[in-house]
């Protein structure tokens, strides 16, 4: 029932800076009630919790991103976002959006971030 859209992804050599976003459509008024998060899933590895945003506003990093990235919601849009900076090799990843607590929502087909020079 819920899509989640993400984008933002690309290439980008070491030390640059991306802009994720996650549009999640079919919730009625519901969105900004959940705990949202960007996963990451590197090849040969287990998905990996990123960060992780309140509906208040409270937020939590993986230690790896900290200081790097922020992560950031829009509600009236229904929109996720992930500023991403001083990108390394490491996190080379299809990076996901989905609620936090509770039965997933349906994956979405994720954006590629690939950090490489």
């Known amino acids: 029932q819920v899509q989640l859209v993400e984008s933002g992804g690309g290439l980008v050599q070491p030390g640059g800076s991306l802009r994720l976003s996650c549009r999640a459509s079919?919730?009625?008024?519901?969105?900004?009630?959940?705990?949202m998060v960007w996963y990451r899933q590197a090849p040969g590895k287990q998905r990996e919790l990123v960060a992780t945003i309140s509906s208040g506003g409270a937020i939590d990093y993986a230690d790896s991103v900290k200081g790097r990235f922020a992560i950031s919601r829009d509600h009236t849009k229904n929109t996720l976002f992930l500023q991403m900076n001083s990108l390394e090799p490491e996190d080379t990843a299809i990076y996901y959006c989905?609620?936090?607590?509770?039965?997933?929502?349906?994956w979405g087909q994720g954006t590629q971030v690939t950090v490489s020079s």
């Open positions: 989905n609620k936090r607590y509770g039965t997933l929502w349906n």
């Open positions: 079919g919730i009625v008024n519901s969105f900004s009630m959940y705990t």
